[in-house]
């Protein structure tokens, strides 16, 4: 499978998963050319063929004379390849269950549970005003606010974004999906568990244990999320 064809089949997992739904995105790093990166035309993900997928310069510039629609916030992809040498997928969503976490003051998003280890440390969030100032649509649209998005992300897999969703990151389209799912399911239970009392999170030295044994699984999960949406198309 090549990566056109991957990237289609992220798309619709995340779709299956729940993560995105007509909006959102998901890029992966040209395995030719670091400096470039591969996202579908601006379409519903659960949409997403490899026909869809566009070559982007890390500025966001569309490749090859290709003139089709592009994703507004394509700069978050860019501006992260840039920043982050060690990325090499991305996933945008607007997942319901994270939002709460980056507009409620006091309150951080942590791993609870070992599929979500990833999330060690409190998740940052992005504040756009801080970029954009008090007149803006939410939007990151351009290389500024991207940078900024990428400075919030820092050494992090995940960073939320207030009143608008998150961005997570991986080194494979495998692994940036699995933490975008499991940030999502982990979102889900903390909420729950904060309802019922005094929550008990992770460790760091659980969390970096957890991480560390969940890397050698995550084919198991990318292997199962890609028949589930194969034998559904």
Known sequence: MDLTEELA??????YDRGVVDG??????????????FLLARSIAPGLVTAADVMGFALDGTALGGDTRTPYLERFIHGSIYRLR?????IVHSHSAAVIPFGIVAGVTLRPVFHMSSF????????EIRDAAGPDNDMLVRDEKLGDALAISLGDNPTVLMRGHGSTTVGRSLPEAVFRAVYTEVNARLQAEAMRMGE????????A??????????????????????????
């Open 85 to 89: 040498p060690d990325v090499g997928a």
């Open 119 to 126: 999330l060690r440390g409190p998740v940052p969030v992005f």
């Open 199 to 206: 929550v008990t999170f992770l460790s760091d030295k659980e």
């Open 23 to 36: 909006f959102g995105h998901v890029s992966v790093r040209d395995d030719r050319d670091p400096e470039r």
């Open 208 to 233: 970096l244990r957890s991480s560390a044994s969940n890397a050698g699984q995550i084919a198991r999960a990318w292997e199962l999320w890609s028949r589930a949406v194969s034998s559904s198309s």
């Open 9 to 14: 089949l992220a798309n619709r997992i995340l």
